[in-house]
């Protein structure tokens, strides 16, 4: 069935370097997508999102970039924080039909060190 | 505060047990999400209101799983005969348009 999957599961990085997070989806009807942070027991929390329309959006240290030839979605975080350290999620979804359900993926884990 | 609120926050319970979650969405949201989030997995849905109505179910609801709003304000989510694999977080999240992005801190439900 259609799903939305994570290249990496683990990512490791130092204080102040960028950090890329990938993600790839496969249903080509979505037209909106999402990043979610989520610390260890915590609600996944909103980062930035972007529509099928746009090929980048750019948030406070964060850009997230869809390319929708090949189906991917990255998200960028500069000058990456110890704060910054979560689970990240991917989120597509589709107005039409869906209601508006979000199909996540299974997660990358973001450790920043100091 | 006035975000997505959930109560309660953690619950332990023996197996074969009934447990109820609410959730209470940012005012005037029309539309609630609930979500069911298994360790190390990303949420899954369960099911939507649009104000009072029920609009869809996933089939990870079985028989045994019960949504409602009666008031098109709070939900609740019930589980009824729990059984081991209901251990997970359940989420909910509200909006007054779609997608529904911003959600509730979960209850984390503990099925011993």
């Known amino acids: 069935g259609e799903s939305v999957g994570l290249h990496l599961p683990t990512l490791s990085v130092q204080e102040g370097d960028n950090s890329i997070i990938n993600c790839a989806y496969s249903?080509?009807?979505?037209?909106?997508f999402i990043w979610y942070k989520q610390e260890s027991g915590k609600g996944p929390q909103f980062i930035i999102d972007?529509?099928?329309?746009?090929d980048k959006r750019q948030g406070q240290r964060v850009t997230v970039l869809l390319n929708k030839t090949v189906k991917h979605l990255s998200l960028q975080i500069a000058a990456t924080q110890p704060g910054d350290s979560a689970v990240y999620f991917c989120?597509?979804?589709?107005?039409?039909?869906?209601?508006?359900?979000?199909?996540f993926g299974q997660g990358t884990i973001l450790t920043v060190h100091p | 505060d006035t975000g997505v609120s959930q109560n309660p926050r953690h619950k332990i319970t023996k197996r074969g047990q009934n447990v109820t979650f609410r959730c209470d969405p940012i005012s005037e949201h029309n539309r609630l999400y609930w979500y069911r989030q298994t360790l190390g997995q990303g949420p899954e849905f369960l099911t939507y209101f649009q104000n009072e109505a029920q609009l869809e179910k996933s089939r990870l609801l079985s028989d045994r799983f019960s949504a409602e709003r009666p008031k098109g304000s709070f939900s609740t989510l019930e589980i009824q005969r729990t059984e081991q694999g209901d251990s997970a977080m359940y989420l909910c999240?509200?909006?007054?348009?779609?997608?529904?992005?911003?959600f509730g801190p979960g209850t984390r439900l503990t099925v011993l």
């Open positions: 249903n080509s009807a979505s037209d909106y």
């Open positions: 972007i529509r099928s329309n746009m």
């Open positions: 999240a509200s909006s007054s348009s779609w997608p529904a992005k911003f």
């Open positions: 989120a597509e979804g589709s107005g039409g039909t869906s209601y508006g359900k979000l199909t």
